[in-house]
């Protein structure tokens, strides 16, 4: 995924540990799913996104998506009002 579709989709790559970082705070259902699921399609097998979503709905999606599409959910965790979701592409 080249520097300006990162952009132009709230996304960065972390140059310290290769984590690509996904903005979907304000995003509802079904978009924080939609833009993971966008960012992981351009990414290699292995390679790990965050997103950070306020959309309580997230909480499921994200799980469901991941279940469904062979991805793994390493991690889900509340910081403030924020729902923080680690996935490695299958």
Same mark, same amino acid.
């Given at each position: 995924?080249?520097n300006?579709? =990162?952009a132009?989709?709230? *996304? &960065?790559?972390?140059?310290t540990? !290769?984590?690509?970082?996904?903005?979907?705070?304000?995003?509802? #259902?079904?978009?924080?799913?939609?833009?993971?699921?966008?960012?992981?399609e351009? =990414?290699?097998?292995?390679? *790990? &996104?965050?997103?950070?979503?306020? !959309?309580?709905?997230?909480?499921?999606d994200?799980?469901?998506f #991941?279940?469904?599409?062979?991805?793994?959910?390493?991690?889900?965790h509340?910081?403030?009002?924020?729902?923080?979701?680690?996935?490695?592409?299958?």
């Amino acid at each position: 995924m080249d520097n300006s579709s =990162l952009a132009a989709h709230n *996304v &960065a790559m972390n140059d310290t540990d !290769d984590t690509t970082w996904i903005d979907a705070k304000g995003l509802l #259902c079904p978009l924080p799913v939609l833009r993971l699921r966008k960012v992981l399609e351009g =990414l290699p097998q292995g390679a *790990v &996104a965050q997103l950070e979503a306020t !959309d309580k709905a997230s909480w499921v999606d994200v799980a469901h998506f #991941c279940e469904h599409s062979g991805h793994e959910l390493i991690s889900a965790h509340v910081r403030d009002t924020v729902l923080v979701y680690l996935v490695r592409r299958k």
